[in-house]
């Protein structure tokens, strides 16, 4: 299916799911002041809604919404939270039918696995779409972590600025940064932790902030591992860059004209040259093949191994889920037709649909509840 | 990064003005008064380079003023994070140090600038590496990326690195003299 992705975006898409992993799962798009509990817990969507991009490139975000059964607000709210974060890149604009066909065909070039008939939806006309995409090179330059903004604290009140307060903190009669409310000298944050260190205070004390630094320490180190080693292997690798949204619709339009194949993709044009001598991960196009009889009991496996951290889904499993989640709208009778190769699935109260079609499906819907509950399980 | 933009504003113009040269006072004023500020919405209005259009004017009650409302068409600046500036220092500290490029202030921690490089005190503060080649001071010019910006609704005040590639110095006053 998406199997004919240039490789050198997969170190790229499994960099993005350990980070996902790493940074966001524990992320909640409601006010803080709202439960964490039940139904309102959302922890979890911003893993899914990510790992759902990395098998796509520019998607409009009803329909992203739909393959992953999330409400178009919720997915909204989660997607504003990355673009501030600046890991995804979002496009907004009035649609006209014409719009909707060159997205859709852009899509199809791309075998993103979506429906590509949206063109004859009289709905999508004129209405404001807005579509969204991840910025790869934007999450790997936050990873690489150079670009923190530092912190700074005062001794005496513990009150806290960053480096964006520094206009404020310069003072005319030293080198210091100072205090707006004693006049303190400031501490850099890292440099407060070691002052910490050597500072007074009882034995005993500073044994166990020493253990629980340690502890922290290594901790960290164990967690991001997986992720550190991941940025390796993509540091000489060129960043996969699908452009705007028109740039992505004309190249990837024009590149399936050219030659059936995604000369679209400016990361796979490069791929020839300009590695350094750096092993290329991955090598061998990664050929995927599903058959459904083997789907629940792959899900089994999943659940029983719900909890072992930093555990990434074989991209296929989340795939076949997508498929399934198509939402069942009025239109989805006139669609499937129109994209009846593809995937879309019909409405289950649809009386044509053949049993053969019903099973499948509710493997799929099974599938899907347990990814979602391996998925909530392994957040608690 | 720059940007040319339509605004509009609406304007107060004293009687005395009103005769045949209302339209220019109107423009004189708008200059005077917008140029050099900054919103941020849009960021700093550098140049106007056009009017587009001036409505109606109104009488505002018991004044005698009038108030026009005015489209005008400008360039303004607006830095983004990722975006790569070249500025000039204008205060070196133990802290890092802080640069202008054009109305944008930008600070460089001390954290984000290259490890070689040392802070020297004295009335001519610097950064200087180890070998004394490269050297930061007061009025280097230096390329730097931005990574954060702080926008307040009349204020953008930006930091930077210069902890990346071919990012740092690009031309040193000291060198010449
Ligand atoms: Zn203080």
């Known amino acids: 299916?998406?199997?004919?992705?240039?490789?050198?975006?997969?170190?790229?898409?499994?960099?993005?799911?350990?980070?996902?992993?790493?940074?966001?799962?524990?992320?909640?798009?409601?006010?803080?002041?709202?439960?964490?509990?039940?139904?309102?817990?959302?922890?979890?969507?911003?893993?899914?809604?990510?790992?759902?991009?990395?098998?796509?490139?520019?998607?409009r975000e009803e329909d992203l919404a739909k393959d992953l059964k999330l409400h178009s607000k919720q997915l909204r709210r989660t997607l504003r939270f990355f673009e501030e974060e600046k890991l995804v890149t979002r496009d907004h604009r009035k649609e006209t039918a014409k719009g909707a066909?060159?997205?859709?065909?852009?899509?199809?070039?791309?075998?993103?696995?979506?429906?590509g008939g949206r063109e004859g939806d009289e709905k999508l006309k004129m209405h404001t779409h807005s579509y969204c995409c991840l910025d790869y090179a934007q999450l790997k330059d936050e990873l690489e972590s150079k670009n923190t903004v530092q912190e700074y604290i005062c001794p005496n009140c513990s009150k806290r600025y960053t480096a964006l307060d520094a206009l404020r903190l310069i003072s005319p009669h030293d080198e210091y940064f100072h205090c707006e409310s004693c006049d303190g000298v400031l501490v850099a944050e890292a440099d407060k932790l070691a002052a910490q260190e050597l500072g007074d205070g009882d034995?005993?004390?500073?044994?166990?902030?020493?253990?629980?630094?340690?502890?922290?320490?290594?901790?960290?180190?164990?967690?991001?591992?997986?992720?550190?080693?991941?940025?390796?292997?993509?540091?000489?690798?060129?960043?996969p860059e699908f452009g705007s949204l028109q740039a992505w619709e004309l190249?990837?339009?024009?590149?399936?004209?050219?030659?059936?194949?995604?000369?679209?993709?400016?990361?796979?044009?490069?791929?020839?040259?300009?590695?350094?001598g750096t092993p290329m991960p991955y090598v061998g196009e990664t050929k995927v093949?599903?058959?459904?009889?083997?789907?629940?009991?792959?899900?089994?496996?999943?659940?029983?191994?719900?909890?072992?951290?930093?555990?990434?889904?074989?991209?296929?499993?989340?795939?076949?889920?997508m498929k399934l989640t198509e939402e069942q709208r009025g239109e989805t009778k006139q669609e499937a037709k129109m994209a009846g190769s593809l995937t879309a699935v019909e409405s289950s109260d649809d009386k044509k649909i053949t049993d053969e079609k019903d099973d499948v499906k509710n493997i799929q819907d099974e599938y899907v509840k347990a990814y979602y509950a391996a998925l909530l399980k392994r957040q608690r | 990064?720059?940007?040319?933009?339509?605004?509009?504003?609406?304007?107060?113009?004293?009687?005395?003005?009103?005769?045949?040269?209302?339209?220019?006072?109107?423009?004189?004023?708008?200059?005077?008064?917008?140029?050099?500020?900054?919103?941020?919405?849009?960021?700093?209005?550098?140049?106007?380079?056009?009017?587009?259009?001036?409505?109606?004017?109104?009488?505002?009650?018991?004044?005698?003023?009038?108030?026009?409302?005015?489209?005008?068409?400008?360039?303004?600046?607006?830095?983004?994070?990722?975006?790569?500036?070249?500025?000039?220092?204008?205060?070196?500290?133990?802290?890092?140090f802080f640069a202008e490029a054009g109305p944008v202030q930008i600070f460089v921690s001390n954290h984000l600038i290259p490890d070689d490089m040392e802070f020297q005190s004295g009335d001519m503060a610097n950064y200087t590496t180890s070998d004394g080649s490269v050297k930061?001071?007061?009025?280097?010019?230096?390329?730097?990326?931005?990574?954060?910006?702080?926008?307040?609704?009349?204020?953008?005040?930006?930091?930077?690195?210069?902890?990346?590639?071919?990012?740092?110095?690009?031309?040193?006053?000291?060198?010449?003299?």
């Open chain 1, 1 to 59: 299916m998406g199997s004919h992705e240039a490789l050198s975006v997969d170190p790229f898409k499994r960099l993005v799911k350990l980070a996902a992993r790493a940074f966001y799962d524990d992320i909640t798009t409601k006010g803080d002041k709202q439960p964490k509990t039940g139904r309102s817990d959302n922890r979890g969507i911003a893993v899914v809604v990510l790992d759902a991009l990395t098998r796509r490139q520019w998607v």
């Open chain 1, 101 to 115: 066909k060159i997205y859709s065909a852009a899509v199809a070039a791309t075998g993103d696995g979506q429906p």
């Open chain 1, 203 to 239: 034995d005993n004390a500073r044994r166990r902030r020493h253990e629980k630094l340690k502890d922290m320490l290594q901790n960290m180190e164990e967690q991001l591992k997986p992720l550190m080693d991941q940025l390796g292997r993509v540091k000489d690798l060129t960043v």
């Open chain 1, 251 to 276: 190249q990837n339009a024009a590149g399936r004209a050219a030659n059936g194949d995604h000369g679209n993709d400016p990361s796979k044009s490069s791929q020839g040259f300009g590695f350094g």
């Open chain 1, 289 to 321: 093949e599903v058959d459904f009889s083997g789907i629940d009991g792959k899900g089994e496996i999943k659940s029983e191994n719900g909890n072992a951290p930093m555990k990434v889904l074989p991209p296929w499993m989340i795939r076949q889920g």
């Open chain 2, 1 to 96: 990064m720059f940007f040319h933009i339509v605004l509009e504003r609406n304007m107060q113009l004293h009687p005395r003005h009103f005769g045949r040269d209302l339209r220019d006072k109107l423009v004189t004023k708008l200059m005077k008064d917008v140029e050099g500020t900054c919103s941020g919405r849009h960021g700093f209005i550098v140049a106007i380079t056009g009017i587009e259009s001036v409505g109606k004017g109104l009488i505002r009650d018991g004044t005698g003023f009038v108030t026009f409302p005015v489209k005008y068409q400008c360039v303004v600046f607006r830095p983004f994070k990722g975006e790569i500036l070249e500025a000039v220092v204008t205060m070196v500290n133990k802290m890092g």
């Open chain 2, 136 to 177: 930061i001071q007061k009025d280097s010019e230096v390329r730097l990326k931005i990574i954060g910006t702080r926008v307040d609704a009349t204020e953008i005040f930006c930091i930077g690195t210069i902890k990346d590639d071919f990012l740092g110095v690009i031309s040193d006053p000291g060198a010449a003299s």
